[in-house]
C-alpha cells in the first residue's frame, strides 16, 4: 500500500544533477479546437491540458546518503500542464523506454468505459518518428494484479515491432477523490521500473499503470487487452 510504503521505507539526503537532451523530437501538445482556439476544460472530465513526451540522454550524478551514482545513458520526459485530474481517468497504460539515440518506443493504451481502448504511441526508429497504427498489450499479473511481465505487439506503417517487459520493482500510489453520490474515488497507480528487451537490445524503461478502483479490483484487469 502507498501509507506503508512512504512510511516503512528507508530515508536519506539525496540530490540530482543531470544534463538533459533530445534524442527525438517531441510528441504531442495542447489539445485545441478544429479553429485553432483554446479548449474550454471541463475539470469534472478532463485529466489535463496539454501533454508533451520526449525520448531523451542523460548524463551527471545521483547522490542518496553517502552513494554517488554516475549517470550516463537514456530516458524519457513528459510533461503537462493543467492541474493533473487523476480522478478523472479510467485506466491507461504507459509504456515508455529508449534504447539509444536511435531506437525507443511509447505506448499509451487509454480506457474508457465500455470502449476499446485508444492506441496512442509511437516507435522512434533512425531518425524517424513512427506513429503507432495498432497494438496489443499482454500482462502477466503477481498478487494484487501488479504487473510482473509484459509483451508488446506494435504496429505502424513500416511494420511490426515485439518488445517484452520484466518488471523489477514497483511503487505503489493512489489518488482519493470525492464523488457526487457522497462516496469517494480511487484511482490506483503503479510505476514499475522495467527491464524491455527488442530487437537484441535491453533498456530500462516504466511501465506505468493507472485505474480506477471498483468492488477492490483495478478496472483495467476486468477484460482482456
Same mark, same amino acid.
Given at each position: 500500500?502507498?501509507?506503508?510504503?512512504?512510511?516503512?521505507?528507508?530515508?536519506?539526503? /539525496?540530490? +540530482?544533477?543531470? $544534463?538533459?537532451?533530445? *534524442?527525438?523530437?517531441?510528441?504531442?501538445?495542447? +489539445? *485545441?479546437?478544429?479553429?485553432?482556439? !483554446?479548449?474550454?476544460?471541463?475539470?469534472?472530465?478532463?485529466?489535463?491540458?496539454?501533454?508533451?513526451?520526449?525520448?531523451?540522454?542523460?548524463?551527471?550524478?545521483?547522490?542518496?546518503?553517502? =552513494? *554517488? +551514482?554516475?549517470?550516463?545513458?537514456?530516458?524519457?520526459?513528459?510533461?503537462?500542464?493543467?492541474?493533473?485530474?487523476?480522478?478523472?481517468?479510467?485506466?491507461?497504460?504507459?509504456?515508455?523506454?529508449?534504447?539509444?539515440? $536511435?531506437?525507443?518506443?511509447?505506448? /499509451?493504451?487509454?480506457?474508457?468505459?465500455?470502449?476499446?481502448?485508444?492506441?496512442?504511441?509511437?516507435?522512434?526508429?533512425?531518425? /524517424?518518428?513512427?506513429?503507432? =497504427? $495498432? /497494438?496489443?498489450?499482454?500482462?502477466?499479473?503477481?498478487?494484487?494484479?501488479?504487473?510482473?511481465?509484459?509483451?508488446?505487439?506494435?504496429? =505502424?506503417?513500416?511494420? !511490426?515491432?515485439?518488445? =517484452?517487459?520484466?518488471?523489477?520493482?514497483?511503487?505503489?500510489?493512489?489518488? !482519493?477523490?470525492?464523488?457526487?453520490?457522497?462516496?469517494?474515488?480511487?484511482?490506483?497507480? +503503479?510505476?514499475?521500473?522495467?527491464?524491455?528487451?527488442?530487437?537484441?537490445?535491453?533498456?530500462?524503461?516504466?511501465?506505468?499503470?493507472?485505474?480506477?478502483?471498483?468492488?477492490? !479490483?483495478?478496472?483495467?484487469?476486468?477484460?482482456?487487452?
Amino acid at each position: 500500500m502507498p501509507r506503508s510504503a512512504f512510511k516503512q521505507s528507508p530515508r536519506a539526503h /539525496a540530490s +540530482i544533477s543531470l $544534463d538533459l537532451s533530445g *534524442v527525438s523530437p517531441m510528441h504531442g501538445g495542447e +489539445i *485545441v479546437n478544429l479553429d485553432g482556439s !483554446r479548449w474550454d476544460l471541463d475539470p469534472e472530465t478532463s485529466a489535463y491540458r496539454g501533454h508533451t513526451e520526449q525520448h531523451i540522454a542523460a548524463r551527471g550524478t545521483i547522490r542518496v546518503g553517502d =552513494t *554517488v +551514482i554516475d549517470v550516463d545513458g537514456f530516458g524519457f520526459r513528459d510533461k503537462s500542464w493543467g492541474p493533473r485530474h487523476w480522478g478523472n481517468l479510467y485506466w491507461h497504460k504507459w509504456t515508455p523506454v529508449t534504447f539509444g539515440p $536511435d531506437f525507443g518506443v511509447l505506448l /499509451a493504451l487509454m480506457g474508457r468505459p465500455g470502449q476499446e481502448p485508444d492506441v496512442v504511441g509511437h516507435v522512434w526508429r533512425d531518425g /524517424a518518428l513512427l506513429p503507432l =497504427t $495498432d /497494438a496489443r498489450l499482454d500482462v502477466d499479473y503477481g498478487p494484487d494484479f501488479v504487473q510482473r511481465s509484459m509483451t508488446l505487439e506494435l504496429e =505502424t506503417a513500416a511494420g !511490426r515491432t515485439l518488445m =517484452t517487459g520484466e518488471v523489477l520493482s514497483t511503487t505503489p500510489l493512489q489518488h !482519493r477523490k470525492a464523488n457526487p453520490a457522497g462516496g469517494e474515488t480511487l484511482v490506483r497507480i +503503479i510505476k514499475g521500473v522495467t527491464l524491455f528487451k527488442c530487437e537484441g537490445r535491453e533498456a530500462w524503461g516504466m511501465s506505468e499503470f493507472l485505474d480506477l478502483v471498483e468492488d477492490g !479490483r483495478p478496472v483495467s484487469t476486468l477484460r482482456h487487452l
